[in-house]
DNA sequence: TTTGATGCAAAGTATTTGCAATCGG
DNA sequence: CCGATTGCAAATACTTTGCATCAAA
């Protein structure tokens, strides 16, 4: 069974504080602050095992993951020139038959991930 | 100015030729049945390149990339199990406002992309 | 007490890059 | 010719893992 580490909680709570979608890097800095010796190697076991559990949810970027404390299901607008992620607050409905999807090709589909790429506004200018 | 090398050409014919998204070193050993002493990082300048020109997709997956000859648009069906990607060949369509979401944001928004999870049929039962 | 979790360092995997030699236009 | 491209190997970047020790339940 899982167990409670003080190292857990608080990645948890530093990834819910946050809406900037960190890095396991980034993320490992700010818990730094308040557990100066914690391991990178934890951050990620515990990131993975978090995102099992599903208190977090992981977002695959290209070249790296981030990691979201919001687990409510949402989409995310990727920069294409600075690399951050924001959240899409609006809903995005999908228009597809699932079913016909699946008699046709046998896969079973689980969820969906709406990925929405430009230029933030920071990099626009 | 872009050279048309054996090398590159070899690489776009046999990503063509495929339907399986092969990642870089998958590709790299196909293209090794014709140029043996091609190396990977061959493999790699060229589909970076090939994709700048857009001749070719490249598809972010958890791990590691994969890469697409078929450049229309279209989406894609990734199983959780076994990693494999496959075409998702009916359309697509999103309901969603951009033009509100850019307004509101400031961010530009190029395209999108539909993600489709799940579990696929070889890896079903 | 027991077993999951940690810190550390080393290993793994995917990808990129420096460089001298080569080749396409 | 001349600069883009190549093969090679070394270097990066991100992530995972082995192991002795530690600590939560």
Redesign the interface.
């Known amino acids: 069974m899982e167990r409670l580490t003080k190292q857990r909680s608080v990645i948890l709570e530093e990834l819910k504080k946050v809406k900037t979608h960190p890095t396991a890097s980034e993320l490992y800095l700010a818990v730094r602050r308040r557990i100066p010796n914690i391991s990178l190697g934890t951050v990620y076991r515990n990131l993975e095992i978090l995102g099992e559990e599903g208190l977090i949810m992981k977002i695959?970027?290209?070249t790296f993951?981030r990691f979201d404390g919001e687990t409510k299901a949402h989409q995310h607008?990727f920069?294409?020139n600075c690399q951050k992620v924001?959240d899409?607050e609006?809903n995005?409905?999908?228009?597809?038959?699932q079913k016909?999807?699946e008699e046709k090709?046998?896969?079973?589909?689980?969820?969906?991930?709406?990925?929405?790429?430009?230029?933030?506004?920071d990099c626009?200018r």
Chains 1, 2 share one sequence.
């Open positions: 695959g970027c290209d993951n607008f920069c294409r924001y899409v609006e995005i409905e999908l228009k597809f038959n016909i999807f090709t046998g896969h079973k589909i689980q969820d969906f991930n709406v990925g929405v790429y430009g230029i933030c506004k626009r």
